[in-house]
């Protein structure tokens, strides 16, 4: 579980609270304020660019040589001083003062070699005028008409920046990338995100309760004044933080002194949930505390956080450190009533370990949901030490409480705390977000956290619903990607975007009255259908709105651009409401465009199938490349667009239209594709399907198989025991699942091995390396193969006759799936380790021995793991055959030894 | 190096090496388990003499009581518990937060969906349940005996209801193997004991 921060609004705050102390005009925005602009040219004075960086000495030289070849050499001029202490340092320009300068003795000076050019001199006057609003009069809670603040239709990109409030420097996205001041940046986060000026306001985090499950906090940490509460949950008899990490969680939240978090007058809640070895330290990553059953409904885990978010705790979590793998986001943060939080770093790029893509629940049949909902900065904050002071940490764990920190404060800011929950704090940060340019949605969610922006939202917020994403455009590069990479014509797999309903007016609600389609008719919105489903309840807060895009019929041939929208009504129990039964109704536009191509030829359209691979694994399916031994588990389930995205992309590239086909075989029309595409699929053939494929086949249709390995000795070696179950799991196939591949090719008197290969390749000049994989071990005589011998990893002893394995028990599977966090440091030790056990392999059975120092308990990969995987016998000494021993041998920090 | 992995490969070596492991991992072993052995009876010493201050007051079942504003369960997906103990539909909540007695739907103390353990399908009725005036020697019972080992929670419990919302929810005791529940069907429970396990 990753670190959760949660905030609860403080429901029994008095209704008739006096404002607070701050200026209340500030608060209620009653003020206008304009901004006028006007420049002038300064008389004499000009501004020398020069090609490059130069000290002042040399700067004064190249001018002064550069007037002397001027024609009139009684020209007077002089270098006006600088004076701060930047003037030290090379420049790239020049401020001069020439009296009389001709036309052409600027000329002259631009013919310098080092003179880039010659402006002159202009100022800038910017005029501040506070006008009372119209509005002024009307009290601050006063109904002001509904504010729609999420009805933006235009799907131009959203870059407005006011120059008022909130408009800070560093919020400026992506304009300053080829001017970075990178030492100028102040690494304190609060400040970055412009806190104080709540702070000024006299907003600092009062009456608003915090809770942070991790790793605990000190007794008496000097840089915490409000901590309400203190308790341990785990087996460890302490409630201090042994690591730091929970120390700093909290510190960015509500430090109060040094490194200043959000909110330091919140009253902060300390759970002690992770032990010090269930953290990693030094790479900010909690573990996963393993969950079995990963389904939305069934997991106990879910249901927990709903419970938690029905009961109006806002609840913030990070996203994950898996990138920048696509579809690697982590539970709960990718739950829809939670505020998944990815990181950036201090130059607003997505930092690499920001877990991304989409969520994974929906596939095979559906798509995923946009996530993460936001992000901020998680890269080398600055935040509380574990005793004292300050350290700098990253990870989406640190970036999360930034967002907790942040959403305290304006919990505080609003005068009416029964506004504030779930939804509404998550329409704001979503509604404020600055997008970044050139990212897509799958990787920045709405954008970066704005907080002041969040602040004036939630301030004039009235009950509603909105939607996340709040517009289709499809079109629209690259923050609709992979949407906007390829676009759709007739006969396509029906485009589905998945939308997320927030529903700020209660716990729970309904759509009523069906979704309403309106084609823009001059815009050809009647060139494409448009179907929707959506949750029959929207509880808790949220529900999905999927919707899914197809182009008419008669709009086979055409080309253009279509336009519509759908229309929701959302509708919820008026809990505030003196007349019984009453409802709160929204109606939210969901804006859709469209870019139609006439159907591509048949040949350039490839099928991937998404139904036979597996989702999230519901059983234990070993990595596909055996050597990433620190994190075995597959639990990223394969999909086009988010693990083999770069396939995706370079069959797009290749002029090739990809679509996804989330049905059994039997379900499309195979006279309409070139060719399908499976790629390490999981799961097994209907009888039906291999009917139908072996027909397809036969009317043209080509079929890549990109297969994997599958051995059942050394899928019984790859078991492992889970200290969390207490029980062993065997992996329910290998890679892929060869035998349900081969009862689908051994029509065409082909089949794969079960043996195990690895090694380089070269072709077509492109070197690729082959990881773990099976051979091809019966292929047909006239058929073509172009092999290549590789080294073989396998175990097995080689069978003489290539043999078809029985089939796998995927049917009869009984054990939910596991689900493992993987470790992402790729320790050279791991290879040395097993090239030592190979070499040794070659002289059986003389006695060999192998040091390999236990590096983490949790993470079974443990070294008699990285053994066993190796497939050689294992036996730790006498006791090492007994996993759960070994597991202590580890604990102890002490070598493992192997007799091999 | 060759010296070293040939030194390594003789039997006497990896002999002491392997006897020396086994000793450290014995002593450290066993350390373990002694300092385990303390760390409980550290608990039980503090735990059998000093009964945990318990605050929570009890309904009387008098609930013709006159109230003003009620707590209720928050959460539901369509159902709501007041602190009466009576389940009503969202949309027959009162503003005050009560249920609105006069709906046709509404129960008070209903048990539906329960079973005889004390678990039910359902959270509402679990707490409605719970809020019966015939359940406080059971709830007694549970505070003094089984509720030890959540005392983190149960301490924070004030009254009745705040004892039946918090005893009703899911927990660590509702699981099996820390990953699925031992019985999906009945998961909430005020009794003493936790749910029956499922057989898979």
Known sequence: MEPLEGTKSDSDHAPDQEPLPSNSASNCSQLTLKLEFSSKVVEHEYIVAFTGYFSAKARSLYISSALRNAADRALEWHVVPRENPASDFPSDFELVHIRQASARSLLTLEDHPYIKRVTPQRKVFRSLKYIPSPEAAAPCNATRGTQKWQSWQSSRPFRRTSLSLGAGFWHATGRHSSRRLLRAIPRHVAQILQADVLWQMGHTGSGVKVAVFDTGLSEKHPHFKNVKERTNWTNEKTLDDGLGHGTFVAGVIASMRECQGFAPDSELHIFRVFTNNQVHDGKIEIKQITDGNFNEQGSHRVGKVWELTANRVIMVSAIGNDGPLYGTLNNPADQMDVIGVGGIDFEDNIARFSSRGMTTWELPGGYGRVKPDIVTYGSGVRGSGMKEGCRSLSGTSVASPVVAGAVTLLASTVLNRELVNPASMKQALIASARRLPGVNMFEQGHGKLDLIRAYQILNSYRPQASLSPSYIDLTECPYMWPYCSQPIYYGGMPTIVNVTILNGMGVTGRIIDKPVWQPYLPQNGDHMD?????????????????????????????????????????????????????????????????????????????????????????????????????????????????????????????????????????????????????????????????????????????????????????????????????????????????????????VWGMAFSDGLYEGDFTLADHDMYYASGCSIARFPEDGIVIAKNLKDQGTPPPQNTPHLLKKGRKRERKKEGRERRREKERKKGGRKEERKEEEGKDKPPSLSCVFLPCRSFHSFTCVCGLVCVCGLVCVCGLVCVWFSVCVWFSVCGLVCVCVV | MMVLRRLLRKRWVLGVVFGLSLIYFLTSTLKQEERTIRDRTLLEVRDPDHRIPWKVRFNLGNSSRQITQCRNSIQGKTLLTDELGYVCERKDLLVNGCCNINAPSTRQYICKSCLANGCCSIYEYCVSCCLQPDKQPLLERFLNRAAEGFQNLFTAVEDHFELCLAKCRTSSQSVQHENTYRNPQAKYCYGESPPELLPV
């Open chain 1, 530 to 746: 448009v179907a929707v489903s959506y949750s029959p309840v929207l509880w808790p807060w949220a529900g999905y709105l999927a919707v899914s895009i197809s182009v008419a019929k008669k709009a086979a041939s055409w080309e253009g651009i279509a336009q519509g929208h759908v229309m929701v009504t959302v509708a919820s129990p008026a809990e505030n409401d003196s007349e019984v039964g009453g409802e709160l109704t929204s109606t939210v536009k969901l804006p859709i465009k469209v870019k139609i191509v006439p159907t591509p030829p048949r040949s350039k359209r490839v099928l991937w199938d998404q139904y036979h691979n597996l989702r999230y694994p519901p059983g234990y399916f070993p990595r596909d490349n055996l050597r990433m031994k620190n994190d075995p588990l597959d639990w990223n389930g394969d999909h086009i667009h988010t693990n083999f995205r770069d396939m995706y992309q370079h069959l797009r590239s290749m002029g090739y239209f990809v679509e996804v086909l989330g049905a059994p075989i039997t379900c499309f029309d195979a006279s309409q594709y070139g060719t399908l595409l499976m790629v390490d699929s999981e799961e097994e053939y209907f009888p039906e399907e291999i009917t139908k494929l072996r027909r397809d086949i036969d009317n043209g249709l080509s079929l890549i198989i990109f297969s994997d390995w599958y051995n059942t000795s050394v899928m019984r070696k790859v078991k492992f025991y889970d200290e969390n179950t207490r029980q062993w799991w065997m992996p329910d196939t290998g890679g892929a699942n060869v035998p349900a591949l081969n009862d689908l090719i051994s």
